[in-house]
């Protein structure tokens, strides 16, 4: 079975600038994450979406970030304009169904604000 | 609100001593209890996790945590540490309470393991 695919893997922007993930979820997995990692902290939960519709999305700062997921399959999370301290490590979870509770994570994607 | 600790921000062994790494939790409802394990460059991969039941769960790669309600605590032991377990380790919380709190992932800040040989 295949993983969570996540691209890029790295990311170098400056800051004001414009940068979008995005996540392949396993297959059937209809429960997708979006994370945040800060160096030295633990992941965030930024939004969780069950099929295409969001499920909490309390964390996400809607001001810059925002997120999609067309026909409850991959997903994309897009920052504009970006800000030096969006520098982070941005991990994509998926599970099979919430109740399950395991979350299943990708290799994530490691941003750097300049 | 729900929140994790993991009081050791770094720890080092020796291979093939034992290893414990602490985890308190604060909850309302019924916790749901995981650790993963994250390599350098990698994704998070679960090595055990708790719902109910024995409070002494077993994982993967030799890995077991014991869940103690009267302590908040959920610590993960080893008992002979191999090289490639180092790595950062984070626990994580979560309930089956409902409202936007279900299935929502709770993480610590995590613990360093250096593995000396």
């Known amino acids: 079975e295949a993983g969570v695919a996540q691209s890029p893997r790295y990311k170098i922007i400056e800051k004001r600038q414009s940068v979008a993930f995005w996540c392949n979820p396993i297959?059937?997995?209809?429960?997708l994450y979006w994370y945040q990692q800060i160096l030295g902290q633990g992941p965030k939960l930024l939004i969780q979406f069950q099929n295409n519709g969001v499920v909490d999305d309390s964390q996400l700062p809607k001001d810059r970030f925002s997120a999609e997921r067309l026909k409850g399959v991959d997903s994309t999370l897009k920052i504009q304009p970006a800000k030096l301290e969006d520098s982070a490590v941005y991990l994509c979870a998926s599970s099979p169904r919430t109740l399950t509770y395991e979350q299943y994570f990708g290799p994530g994607t490691r941003l750097t604000v300049t | 609100a729900q929140s994790v600790t993991q009081p050791d921000i770094h720890i080092t062994v020796s291979e093939g001593a034992s290893l414990e790494l602490r985890c308190n939790y604060s909850?309302?409802?019924?916790?749901?209890l995981f650790w993963y394990v994250q390599s350098p460059g990698q994704g998070l991969q679960l090595l055990l996790k708790y719902f109910s039941g024995d409070t002494l769960v077993q994982g993967i790669k030799g890995f077991e945590a014991e869940f103690k309600r009267s302590q908040s605590s959920f610590n993960l032991r080893k008992p002979s540490v191999h090289w490639s377990d180092a790595a950062e380790y984070f626990c994580a919380v979560t309930t089956n309470a409902g409202g936007t709190s279900y299935g929502k992932l709770t993480f610590g800040q995590g613990t360093i393991l250096t593995v000396h040989p």
């Open positions: 297959s059937g997995h209809a429960t």
């Open positions: 909850y309302g409802a019924t916790p749901y």
